[in-house]
């Protein structure tokens, strides 16, 4: 940032210092080769789904399964696909979110810029507004991008995809601020990895959640429903497979007994989850910010 263009915006706590380091911020990501590496496992995801579609299409040209039939699994497969595009998002804005405030602490970048009369404040709701305009449009862009081949491929169309794609970049949204406050405290590399490891918890909670449901154990049971409550990846990542997948496939598969299966989920998300995921995204980067503030650079 250089001292003829600064000085004019950065008024402390100003709307317009956030956004000017959201720009940044998002220049910034598109120069690094976590960006690199984010395309070329998507360009990979969506060729090797593509490919798998189409097979599953021409099962339908030629008569092997019916046209209901290639709609059930095409529902299925698209929720593990989209799995995979939920993977290849956290593992972007994890360690995207990490460098970005840790790396510039550690480097000085950050004493230099907030030396200026800039509040911290302002400057960290800057880079989250940058990274969750990279992960938000990363999600969208690959989410719809599949979302067509499928329709091209196995004549699948998800029920509701825009809530489905929203919740997916909802549940970005949530990693990433968990990574901000994480990199207010530890090393950049050392966030992401902690942030990825409690995503992948939260998951594996889930499904053991799922198998206690269908089994009638309560104790299991439980494990999800609080995981998702301390973290909300899982939780809005649930949300999203029931917007992507054929409403039918809860009836033909089993019913309640469909929980145990890790690519299934059995109801929308209430508005009282949504509600909890607004408050905690609140909470946590109330304490980033918090955290920041008190940081020593």
Known sequence: MSDTTVP??????????????????????????????????????????????????????????????????????????????SLVAALGTAFLAGPTLAGETESGIALSVLARPVRRSAVLLGKWLGLVGFGVGFVVLAGLTQCLIVLAAADYWPPRPAIALGLLAAQTVV???????????????????????LFGATWVAGVVGG???????DGLARIAAVSRMVLPTDGLWRGAMNAFQDPSVIVTWGGQDVEAFPFLSIAPLTWGYLVWVVVWLCMVGGLAAAAFARKDL
């Open 175 to 197: 990693l990433l601020t968990l990574t901000l406050l994480l990199a207010t405290a530890v090393s950049p590399m050392a966030s992401g990895v902690v942030a990825i490891g």
């Open 211 to 217: 198998i206690g449901a269908a089994l009638d154990n």
């Open 8 to 85: 004019s915006v950065l008024v402390p706590g100003s709307a317009r210092t956030a956004l000017l380091i959201a720009g940044l911020t998002l220049r910034e990501a598109a120069r690094r080769r976590v960006l690199l590496a984010l395309i070329v496992l998507t360009a990979l995801l969506l060729l090797l789904s593509g490919w798998g579609f189409s097979r599953l299409g021409a099962e339908a040209d030629t008569g092997s399964m019916t046209s209901g039939e290639v709609r059930l699994v095409a529902s299925q497969l698209l929720n593990l696909v989209m799995f995979g595009f």
